[in-house]
């Protein structure tokens, strides 16, 4: 079984001072939860890296053995439009949002097949990935195997959880789309 740990983040240059703060809190929610991660993936995307510095200083402190796993980064799981939506949005549209949508399509794909896949070992693997939430919209999508154009119909907040289990069979089973539990109200930001 394969267990996705999906963290939202913001596709603006920096990360603002809330944007720091959402990443801290998410951070100790993660290490909260006592999970021993495998692997931790993250976008190319400037504010991905901001992110998953602080969600990891806060998942580990000097003398934990985990704070050796070493982040790769991956510019497949950079931000961009994995599809048109439908109903259509003008103001998307007019915006320029899916410029690059055919690119952008074809690279977040790759992304769902290197990384969203069942494990075919006896071990349980646990992943974590720092990204952007067009990007996990679209793997739910794909994962539930629904139309990607249904993709912007999931709410997925800054520094939100989204979490999701491959399992040996091939099964899929959606545990958490957007939490935002660890937040308060004033907390909680949409890109």
Known sequence: MVNMFMIQIQTKKILTTLGRLQASITGKKIAASGIQYDSIICSEMVRAKETVDIIRKEMFDGSNENNKIKIKYDGNLNEGAPSLIVPEREDLTKSGFFETLEEDSLRMNKAFERYIHRNDTDKDEQILIIGHGNVFRYFLCKALQIPSEAWLRFSICNC??????????????????????HFTKDQVTFN
């Open 160 to 181: 939100s959880i989204t979490k999701f289990k491959i399992l040996s069979d091939g099964r899929v089973a959606i545990e958490q789309i957007g939490g935002d539990g």
